[in-house]
């Protein structure tokens, strides 16, 4: 069997660290704010599986139809001998690329958790025994050191996660990927597509409530990980289109005036009733409004794919 490498390039405490920094941050400001990778602890990780089978959330089948439908067409547009992903969790998704490339040496997936690391490295080389794996625990949106794999490199960066950073981050953070292609590799980019309000608000605000509670899950986390106090049953689940900036955004509103304690932070946060807590935002994008993005930072925008709805689109750039 081809050896699997796990390289750490986070410290150990990091995610604590970083938890700390945010929730101290976002809500001491005002409008009040958290990032949505706090999300995902485990439970988190399991509403958002049931999400993407929710027959409102279209961004996961949409992706899919591509991954199946050109993923030939992709690996030889790319040649690529090595995939890196980004944020990779389960690898799940990106098996139907693996399967389309046939010249394919090496694997690196890059995510921040070790045992969805593990899991999917020890589920792929049981299938794929000549495949070398290489993976990074990271945080992709900080600086990145790849090891050194084979090229053409193919850098993937799947499932619309893109659309949670905001415009100042997506330009740091495609700048950062612009920095690690050399000459022949390519990026590998999926993008959630501006259309109707109705079909955006329903896949962040579902009739079965799932996407509330996955909403809700970041106080939970925040209350187990700094001992706060949230009441998660306080707060209303908010999603809306914003259509100047075309983003959805999802908020927390307070259903009444009260205040929050979070010891490990030493901090008592103040909440108005109707007071709103954003928690994520997901940018909603047209092929122009990639390619000047791509463009900007040093990238051409060479193919793009979309779903036969055209709800979803898969964009291939390279270096320039």
């Known amino acids: 069997m081809s050896p699997f490498l796990l390289t750490r390039t986070l410290p150990v405490d990091a995610t604590d660290a970083a938890l700390r920094a945010d929730v101290l941050h976002g809500l001491t400001r005002h409008p009040k704010t958290l990032p949505p990778k706090w999300f ?88 794929r025994p000549e495949l070398s794996v290489h993976a990074l625990i990271a945080d992709f949106t900080g600086g990145l050191a790849l090891p050194g794999t084979p090229g053409p490199r193919l850098i993937a960066f799947l499932g619309g996660t893109v659309g949670n ?84 955004e999802m908020r927390l509103r307070a259903r009444r005036a009260h205040t929050v304690k979070i010891p490990e932070l030493d901090l008592v946060v103040p909440f108005e009733a109707g007071e709103e807590l954003r928690t994520e935002v997901s940018a909603k994008f047209r092929k122009e409004g990639v390619r000047a993005e791509l463009d900007a930072a040093g990238l051409r925008l060479d193919q793009w794919w979309t779903d036969s709805g055209g709800r979803f689109a898969l964009s291939l750039a390279t270096a320039v």
Do not use: C, M
């Open 165 to 248: 950073l905001l415009p100042d981050e997506r330009a740091v953070f495609l700048k950062s990927v612009r920095s690690l292609l050399s000459p022949g590799d390519a990026l590998l980019l999926g993008t959630d597509l501006v259309k109707e309000e109705k079909v955006l608000v329903a896949a962040y605000d579902d009739a079965a409530g799932v996407t509330a509670e996955f909403n809700r899950n970041v106080l939970r986390v925040v209350n187990r990980e700094l001992g706060a106090d949230f009441d998660p049953a306080g707060f209303d689940h908010v999603a809306l289109w914003d259509p100047e900036h075309e983003w959805i």
């Open 40 to 127: 995902y602890d485990a439970h988190g990780s399991e509403l958002f599986e049931e999400i993407t089978r929710l027959p409102e959330y279209y961004p996961t089948r949409a992706e899919r139809e591509i991954l199946i439908d050109r993923a030939d067409e992709i690996a030889r547009a790319s040649g690529a001998r090595t995939l890196i992903e980004l944020g990779s969790g389960s690898s799940e998704k990106t098996r139907h690329l693996l399967d389309a490339l046939d010249a394919l040496h090496s694997y690196v997936p890059v995510d921040v958790s070790e045992s969805a690391l593990r899991g999917a490295a020890e589920s792929l080389l049981g299938q």
